[in-house]
Nanobody, 127 residues
């Protein structure tokens, strides 16, 4: 089972940018679809973005579409989330998740159908 470690969170002013990284262990990273999720205090976890194993398909939630970009570098076992034009409502703990490639990317977004989770990284956007 792949292990995941996120980094790149921090405090940023509204309108600013951050890039999150999620590094996976093991030689089979390309066999996993990857997703980004977030959870704000007192709220349910929500999906943010997802990317297929080869990187050819991406999905975004409506709340981040046009502002966030998910990408991956399979040579570095890393998936990224570039977050631009951040808003205070983007404040949350952000998690990455891995889903074995035989399952559907849309299910990763809709139901967090995944095999592994990272520990999360805090993103705080001040107004």
């Amino acid at each position: 089972q792949v292990q995941l470690v996120e980094s790149g969170g921090g405090l940023v002013q509204a309108g600013g940018s951050l890039r999150l990284s999620c590094v996976a262990s093991g030689p089979t990273f390309k066999l996993y679809n990857m997703g980004w999720f977030r959870q704000a205090p007192g709220k349910e976890r929500e999906s943010v973005a997802a990317i297929s194993g080869g990187g050819g398909m991406t999905l975004y939630s409506d709340s981040v579409k046009g502002r966030f970009t998910v990408s991956r570098d399979n040579t570095k076992n890393t998936v990224y989330l570039q977050m631009n034009n951040l808003k205070p409502e983007d404040t949350a703990v952000y998690f990455c998740a891995a889903q074995y490639i035989t399952r559907q990317l849309i299910q990763l977004m809709r139901t967090a159908d995944s095999d592994s989770w990272g520990q999360g990284t805090q993103v705080t956007v001040s107004s």
